[in-house]
């Protein structure tokens, strides 16, 4: 009786908020993911993001030997309920790099993208690849930037990888290679491929030396402009983590001790940016409180995300890094769980009644063996039974949502064919002759 409410309570959510936007006519069946209003679609269904993060996949897929181990994470993935995976597309200089110097690039990493999009494909699972990094490892920012300074660019910050133009088109040639990129396992370019869910221009932006936002604001304006020049099928996102900035100062107050100048508003506010994102690590910004406070943060930083991206940005909002830490002092899984719990309750509170929250991706998934990318975060599915329950039961609830949207939507396909064939029939009447 509890469960039979609860779907009638999910559908007459639905219902209302569907006729408002009228959603159920988007017929697109080619596999890509897209958004309308505040929701993604698939096929014209609705579809949530539920999933892991896994930086590593290309790096350890670059070499053959170790591929089973991508195979592997993507199986287990698959098997708990989980859709969607975020990744590297990058690697600039350094060890195994994707990109060995501006414009050269590496086919030996570029084959392990192949191969992970490949698999990724085969289990069913959608990827969104971010194209580069803030910090330093995998080359990063900074790598761009002593590229340009090697070429004889006067440059005095790291951050000069937002404004500099020689380094703006370094970056924009490695979106075009990406993008343009032919799969060898496939056949398929990357900006043709609906495994691709979507783009990230690059992992959590920053440039604390412009904390006004206005050159992170114009950067992300010129980049997002730049891909949908060159791909129109996949979305896009900037790889916020969320602050609030100079656009929203009330909102400044939800934000922890940072100003990193970046803005949640203005920046999703793009027009070439499709979804906002969010990142949330209490155990990181409020290290010195405990865990009741992180928890209390937690629930209002999403609650107020949420809320913006419904009534503000009119996006979908991803919950696109969250997770907690064995390395926090007093760490136990039971408070794993619950966090893992309070983030996941947030987003399916919001989606049964049609709201932003688009699902939540944790950081981060690896599979057995993998001792030496543990960073305190990870999650082995095989190695946490209770954690591995948490996840199968969100994907269980959200698939409860899709399957009763489906459902209305075919309702509204019979109503609109039934409706068809009674306009045909009264056509044909009136064209009768009729008497002597």
Same mark, same amino acid.
């Given at each position: 009786?509890?469960?039979?409410?609860?779907?009638?309570?999910?559908?007459?959510?639905?219902?209302?908020?569907?006729?408002?936007?009228?959603?159920?006519?988007? /017929?697109?069946?080619?596999?890509?993911?897209? +958004?309308?209003?505040?929701?993604?679609?698939?096929?014209?269904?609705?579809?949530?993001?539920?999933?892991?993060?896994?930086?590593?996949?290309?790096?350890?897929?670059?070499?053959?030997?170790?591929?089973?181990?991508?195979?592997?994470?993507?199986?287990?993935?698959?098997?708990?309920?989980? +859709?969607?995976?975020?990744?590297?597309?990058? *690697?600039?200089?350094?060890?195994?790099?994707?990109?060995?110097?501006?414009?050269?690039?590496?086919? !030996?990493?570029?084959?392990?993208?192949?191969?992970?999009?490949?698999?990724?494909?085969?289990?069913?699972?959608?990827?969104?690849?971010?194209?580069?990094?803030?910090?330093?490892?995998?080359?990063?920012?900074?790598?761009?930037?002593?590229?340009?300074?090697?070429?004889?660019?006067?440059?005095?910050?790291?951050?000069?990888?937002?404004?500099?133009?020689?380094?703006?088109?370094?970056?924009?040639?490695?979106?075009?290679?990406?993008?343009?990129?032919? %799969?060898?396992? +496939?056949?398929?370019?990357?900006?043709?491929?609906?495994?691709?869910?979507?783009? /990230?221009?690059?992992?959590?932006?920053?440039?604390? *030396?412009?904390?006004?936002?206005?050159?992170?604001?114009?950067?992300?304006?010129?980049?997002?402009?730049?891909?949908?020049?060159?791909?129109?099928?996949?979305?896009?996102?900037?790889?916020?983590?969320?602050?609030?900035?100079?656009?929203?100062?009330?909102? @400044?107050?939800? %934000?922890?001790?940072?100003?990193?100048?970046?803005?949640? #508003?203005? %920046?999703?506010?793009?027009?070439? #940016?499709?979804?906002?994102?969010?990142?949330?690590?209490?155990?990181?910004?409020?290290?010195?409180? %405990?865990?009741?406070?992180?928890?209390?943060?937690?629930?209002?930083?999403?609650?107020?995300?949420?809320?913006?991206?419904?009534?503000?940005?009119?996006?979908?909002?991803?919950?696109?890094?969250?997770?907690?830490?064995? @390395?926090?002092?007093?760490?136990?899984?039971?408070?794993?769980?619950?966090?893992?719990? +309070?983030?996941?309750?947030?987003?399916?509170?919001?989606? @049964?009644?049609?709201?932003?929250?688009?699902?939540?991706?944790?950081?981060?998934?690896?599979? /057995?063996?993998?001792?030496?990318?543990?960073?305190?975060?990870?999650?082995?599915?095989?190695?946490?039974? *209770?954690?591995?329950?948490?996840?199968?039961? !969100?994907?269980? @609830?959200?698939?409860? #949502?899709?399957?009763?949207?489906?459902?209305?939507?075919?309702?509204?396909?019979?109503?609109?064919?039934?409706?068809?064939?009674?306009?045909?029939?009264?056509?044909?009447?009136?064209?009768?002759?009729?008497?002597?």
């Amino acid at each position: 009786m509890k469960l039979l409410h609860l779907a009638f309570t999910i559908f007459l959510a639905f219902f209302i908020h569907w006729q408002s936007f009228n959603v159920l006519h988007v /017929e697109a069946g080619d596999g890509f993911i897209r +958004t309308r209003g505040s929701h993604f679609l698939l096929n014209g269904n609705l579809y949530y993001a539920n999933g892991f993060n896994a930086y590593w996949l290309m790096y350890v897929a670059s070499d053959p030997s170790q591929r089973s181990k991508v195979s592997t994470a993507f199986h287990e993935a698959a098997s708990h309920g989980l +859709t969607v995976a975020r990744t590297w597309g990058f *690697s600039d200089g350094g060890y195994r790099p994707l990109q060995r110097s501006p414009g050269s690039y590496n086919e !030996q990493m570029f084959k392990g993208l192949d191969f992970v999009i490949a698999e990724a494909r085969k289990y069913g699972i959608k990827l969104i690849l971010s194209l580069a990094n803030n910090y330093d490892s995998f080359g990063g920012k900074k790598q761009y930037v002593n590229w340009a300074r090697s070429q004889g660019q006067f440059l005095t910050s790291d951050d000069d990888f937002f404004r500099n133009p020689v380094v703006k088109g370094y970056y924009k040639n490695l979106i075009k290679t990406v993008l343009n990129r032919y %799969n060898t396992f +496939t056949g398929i370019h990357y900006k043709d491929d609906p495994t691709i869910m979507a783009w /990230e221009l690059m992992n959590e932006p920053r440039c604390t *030396s412009d904390p006004s936002g206005r050159t992170i604001q114009a950067w992300i304006t010129e980049m997002a402009s730049y891909v949908k020049s060159i791909d129109r099928n996949h979305l896009l996102e900037a790889g916020l983590e969320g602050f609030y900035g100079q656009s929203t100062p009330q909102r @400044k107050r939800v %934000n922890p001790n940072l100003d990193i100048g970046t803005d949640f #508003i203005a %920046n999703n506010l793009i027009p070439g #940016i499709d979804f906002a994102t969010v990142h949330s690590y209490p155990d990181q910004w409020l290290s010195s409180s %405990n865990d009741r406070d992180q928890l209390s943060f937690l629930n209002n930083w999403l609650d107020t995300h949420i809320q913006d991206a419904q009534h503000i940005l009119r996006k979908p909002i991803l919950l696109a890094e969250f997770g907690k830490s064995r @390395k926090d002092p007093g760490y136990s899984t039971y408070q794993r769980d619950v966090m893992f719990n +309070t983030v996941y309750y947030k987003i399916y509170s919001s989606a @049964k009644r049609g709201g932003a929250a688009a699902g939540g991706l944790f950081w981060q998934l690896l599979t /057995e063996g993998m001792e030496a990318f543990r960073d305190g975060y990870e999650i082995v599915l095989s190695q946490s039974p *209770s954690t591995a329950n948490v996840i199968t039961q !969100q994907a269980h @609830k959200l698939y409860q #949502i899709r399957k009763i949207f489906a459902r209305m939507r075919n309702v509204e396909r019979w109503k609109r064919s039934r409706g068809m064939r009674r306009r045909q029939r009264q056509g044909g009447n009136r064209g009768r002759h009729v008497g002597n």
